[in-house]
């Protein structure tokens, strides 16, 4: 009897300790799954910031090289000094008519919008503002890539090229819609410089332009000396 008492309690324990063995196991291959899964997880969220990170940076590669190539159509222009003043004239107006309208429906902000610059510099952080300025863009007919192609002109020749109102324009260039297209082969800068007399002539950019043309514009009615 005491053998087989014997016998029973360490067939017991060997039963316990293989029992405890085999919990440790499947709490040992529990705790892998689980570093696994959390590793998996990592590497899940590593692989989309990356992926943000590189269409980021795609992105910004590309603006960079649409605005470089923008700079490089502008600075390249064969206009004569009495085509550039025009076209300038054309922008020029754009830009302050833009300004103007926002500044309508923003009348509490005159004071802190002095500017166009000071607007497109506030609207990045600001909604109201942001949404004022799309809301113009839209009633004018045109884009942002439109005003960074009219802003970079301006500020290209902004020092070189001079002021004319509507009937001096009408003068010396009878048709600057084919001036435009015959001599401007960037197409953003194309685009907008056509939107920009579209909005001064009709009074908002159209896709397809109209055979009549409306009477021009005369947004500032004196013309710099």
């Not at 017991?12 to 499947?26: A, I």
């Not at 109102?165 to 907008?192: C, E």
């Amino acid at each position: 009897m005491e053998h087989g008492g014997r016998r029973s309690l360490e067939s017991h324990t060997v039963f316990r300790q293989l029992l405890d063995v085999s919990c440790d196991y499947r709490l040992g291959v529990d705790h892998k799954l689980q570093v696994l899964e959390a590793q998996f997880k990592e590497l899940d969220f590593t692989k989309d910031s990356l992926t943000q990170k590189f269409e980021h940076h795609s992105k910004a590669l590309a603006n960079q090289a649409a605005h470089d190539e923008l700079w490089t159509a502008v600075l390249a222009l064969k206009f004569t000094s009495m085509e550039l003043s025009i076209l300038y004239s054309y922008v020029m107006e754009v830009l302050i008519c833009l300004h103007t309208r926002v500044l309508e429906k923003l009348p509490d902000l005159v004071r802190g919008l002095p500017t166009l610059a000071s607007v497109l510099r506030r609207k990045v952080k600001n909604q109201r503002i942001r949404g004022v300025w799309e809301s113009v863009l839209e009633e004018s007919g045109l884009e942002e890539g439109d005003i960074t192609a009219l802003c970079t002109f301006f500020i290209a020749y902004g020092n070189k090229a001079e002021y004319y109102v509507a009937k001096v324009r009408q003068m010396y260039i009878k048709d600057v819609t084919f001036l435009i297209t015959n001599m401007v082969k960037n197409q953003a800068l194309q685009d907008g410089l056509l939107r920009a007399v579209q909005v001064i002539e009709k009074g908002k950019a159209v896709k397809a332009p109209e055979n009549q043309k409306s009477p021009l514009k005369e947004l500032i009615p004196l013309a710099r000396n």
